[in-house]
């Protein structure tokens, strides 16, 4: 019977979403194997919605060394809290944290490291199914020791509410008196204040029908204007019309929005496998044989240049 913890990433007391989404997938792994499922958060306490995902145990433990995040202090906290509890599995989210964390906990514990997984499955012992060669095929993994650091993609497993008894307990993290090498003295967002992608609730996203990268601002007005963030193909990635943190798709970031506008966007199959779990899908495209079609929940045969700047106008109207 497996015991699977979850680590819950925080910055700032604010939770990932793909926190929430490990837990759904560890509840429903464990409903099926038996074993229970833990959250552990290192300085916030996120009882109340770990327990809505399914967590049986809610470990925290707080310290001021977690105000900002270090690798060496918070490697060393996870570390120690798997030594004491002994999970089978650790999963954390393969953000930037979690993709410089999962590392240093493994190091630590000399077990098995999986990271950018998309897959778990549990029969006797684990499966681990991760994409390889830019995305161009998955392979499965079955790790050999008796604990492995899996690091999940944001959006790989579907957000479910299946409550656990979410029974609160404190762990001694055993970082005091720990002096980091390193310390962290300023830390900036990149994406100067917009939502990200892997955790916006709408997306709206452009491809190579927008002409140039000129016009990739009509894409960001009606982002702005909804709320949203701002996603793209990787056909405008690759010509350098904007950043790769803004590629969807299988080499890009998976998303799962409530809402995906693709504008200008035909629709290959790599792009599906980036968004195509949104839960309503609008199209942009002025071809109506485009690909994209086919998963839309909402199709608009048009000129994006028409459509665009007359929708975002009208989201302006709405909402003010
Ligand atoms: C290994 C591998 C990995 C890949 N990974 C990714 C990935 O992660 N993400 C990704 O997106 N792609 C990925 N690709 C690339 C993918 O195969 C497609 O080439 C790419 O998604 C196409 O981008 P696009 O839809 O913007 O461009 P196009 O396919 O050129 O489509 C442009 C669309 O815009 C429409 N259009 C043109 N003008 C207008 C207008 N005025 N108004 C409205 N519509 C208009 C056209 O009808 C067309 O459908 C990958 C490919 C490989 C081989």
Redesign the pocket.
């Known amino acids: 019977m497996p015991n699977i913890a979850v680590f819950i990433e925080q910055r700032g007391g604010r939770f990932k979403k793909v926190a929430w989404q490990m837990l759904s997938e560890a509840k429903r792994i464990t409903g099926a194997a038996g074993g229970e499922v833990w959250a552990v958060c290192l300085g916030a306490d996120p009882s109340a919605e770990a327990a809505r995902y399914g967590a049986d145990k809610v470990f925290t433990a707080a310290d001021d060394a977690f105000t900002d995040y270090n690798s060496e202090l918070w490697g060393a906290a996870l570390a120690n809290f798997c030594t004491a509890t002994k999970p089978d599995l650790l999963l954390l989210g393969s953000t930037a944290m979690g993709k410089d964390l999962g590392p240093t906990v493994a190091a630590k514990l000399d077990c098995a490291c999986i990271s950018d997984a998309v897959g778990l499955t549990f029969a006797d012992g684990w499966t681990v199914r991760r994409p390889i060669f830019?995305?161009?095929c998955y392979i499965d993994v079955e790790p050999q020791t008796p604990l492995a650091v899996v690091g999940i993609r944001p959006n790989a497993f579907v957000l479910a509410e299946n409550p656990g008894a979410g029974t609160a307990e404190t762990f001694d993290a055993g970082v005091a008196g720990l002096d980091p090498g390193a310390k962290v003295t300023r830390s900036e967002a990149s994406a100067g204040g917009k939502v990200e992608l892997t955790e916006a609730e709408i997306i709206v996203s452009g491809?190579?029908?927008i002409?140039g990268p000129e016009n990739y601002q009509l894409i960001e007005k009606l982002a702005d204007a909804l709320g949203a963030a701002a996603g793209a193909?990787?056909?405008?990635v690759d010509a350098g019309w904007v950043e790769y943190s803004h590629?969807?798709?299988?080499?890009?970031k998976t998303v799962a929005p409530n809402l995906y506008i693709a504008?200008?966007?035909?629709?290959?199959i790599?792009?599906l496998a980036?968004m195509s779990s949104s839960k309503c899908i609008v199209a942009?495209?002025?071809?109506a044989n485009?690909p994209i079609f086919k998963v839309a929940d909402y199709g608009v045969v048009a000129?994006?240049?028409q459509v665009l700047p007359a929708l975002t106008e009208e989201v302006i109207r709405i909402r003010s």
């Open positions: 830019a995305g161009k491809g190579r029908g002409k193909s990787r056909a405008i590629q969807v798709g299988q080499t890009g504008c200008g966007i035909s629709g290959a790599q792009h980036g942009v495209n002025k071809d485009a000129d994006l240049f």
